[in-house]
């Protein structure tokens, strides 16, 4: 699948942003666990000094100290130990050194593998040691630090999909507008070239028609086409700032049918000039939105059908239930198969209007009409009945308001 570059833009800031989300979670998590850490460690300092203190306290021989640790006396010359004292224990150096001194002593030692906290006071006539296993605290430590990486690592992967989820929908506006502002600049691109041609092409005639002295009708026939072409590139123009518009259209209260008669009656002096006649069957039809909008999307659909006309077009407006429905139909060639699935796409062509070699186009036309429509929340699409030509209908909601509506005629 291709991605547009505004698409690519916004795929890689998306994800930028989720990892610096996730980034800045693994801070959080990181300074969170080290905080979490030595608050437990200071709590296991605390209860261990607790252990030790009561064991000491409560020590009239060796025989039941507190769980997890062993007594050693020393009495002079005569040693006791608490039964299963761990092998390479006690710390006799300590012992005799605060026998001797009568100071007291603390000290962590490793033997068969594990780590031991020693803590020597002096007692009675010589010192007695606490021996603390410190496997359960060590073990403790271990289960949340593994709880920490669990829950950090999850948070990461979940912080680092939501950040880039949020980025998606934070740069959304940025991606539409830039998508926007390069389908404006392409679409002014291709639409105003040819008009644009024209003009230059009809000035340069007139302008050399007078400095040869032409013929004054003649030089009159050919400003009014210099007109006619600046009215074509005006309504391209008018085309182009509606397609660009991204603003909700005003929720005017509208009689399609009557605005669909006004679009046909103007463009009747166009079909004429091509031998085509311009039918219509409307009655009431309420829909809410912009007229202006709305006008360019029926005169758009009106302008295609006359182009690609023989003889006649039909303008057909009704209510269906609580949908308004307006049809436009031609007797020309139809629309190439190959061609519908697209044809609502802005420069979309095909094949087939009769003549030899000749193409029926779609420029930005039947694309204005798509959108307008889309905005007004409703649907078009585009077929060929059976007797021939073309068929576009358009589906709109249907309003409820009022007898008199904004383009209805008074009384």
């Not at 105003?192 to 009708?217: E, F, H, Y």
């Not at 239930?321 to 190959?338: H, Y």
């Amino acid at each position: 699948m291709t991605r547009s570059p505004d698409e690519r833009v916004l795929r890689r800031t998306a994800w930028r942003v989720g990892l610096q989300t996730a980034a800045a979670v693994a801070v959080t998590v990181a300074v969170l666990g080290a905080v979490a850490g030595l608050v437990v460690l200071r709590s296991q300092h605390h209860a261990e000094d607790q252990l030790v203190r009561s064991a000491i306290d409560q020590a009239d021989d060796v025989g039941d100290p507190p769980a997890g640790t062993w007594l050693v006396v020393l009495d002079g010359e005569r040693r006791s130990a608490t039964p299963g004292l761990p092998a390479g224990l006690p710390g006799a150096a300590d012992l005799r050194q605060t026998a001797q001194d009568h100071l007291a002593r603390s000290s962590d030692v490793h033997a068969g593998g594990r780590e031991y906290r020693l803590r020597t006071e002096p007692f009675r006539n010589g010192a007695i040691q606490v021996v603390l296993d410190l496997r359960g605290e060590h073990e403790e430590r271990e289960r949340l630090v593994q709880a920490l990486l669990i829950a950090g690592s999850a948070g990461l992967v979940l912080a680092a999909l939501a950040g880039a989820w949020l980025g998606r929908r934070a740069v959304a506006p940025l991606a539409a507008a830039l998508a926007l502002q390069r389908r404006f600049v392409a679409d002014a691109g291709h639409e105003l070239r040819t008009p644009v041609t024209l003009l230059s092409t009809r000035a340069q005639l007139i302008r050399r028609r007078l400095r040869k002295g032409g013929d004054p009708a003649a030089l009159a026939s050919e400003a009014d086409e210099l007109v006619r072409d600046a009215g074509v590139l005006a309504g391209v123009l008018d085309d182009l700032l509606v397609a660009a518009d991204p603003r909700e259209p005003p929720a005017d209260r509208l009689d399609l049918g009557r605005l669909a008669d006004e679009a046909a009656g103007a463009a009747r002096a166009e079909a004429r000039a091509r031998a085509v006649v311009v039918r219509t069957e409307t009655g009431r039809a309420p829909v809410t939105g912009s007229e202006v909008s709305l006008r360019r999307a029926v005169t758009a659909l009106l302008d295609n059908a006359i182009r690609h006309a023989r003889r006649e077009v039909l303008v057909h407006v009704a209510r269906e239930g609580r949908a308004v429905v307006l049809t436009v139909t031609d007797d020309g060639p139809g629309i190439d198969e190959s061609v519908l699935p697209t044809i609502f796409d802005r420069f979309s062509s095909g094949a087939g209007d009769g003549g030899a070699g000749a193409r029926r186009r779609y420029g930005l036309g039947l694309a204005l009409v798509s959108e307008i429509v889309a905005r007004h929340g409703g649907s078009v699409t585009a077929g060929n009945p059976a007797a021939g030509g073309a068929r576009l209908q358009v589906r709109l909601p249907a309003a409820r308001f009022p007898e008199t509506t904004k383009n209805s005629p008074a009384g």
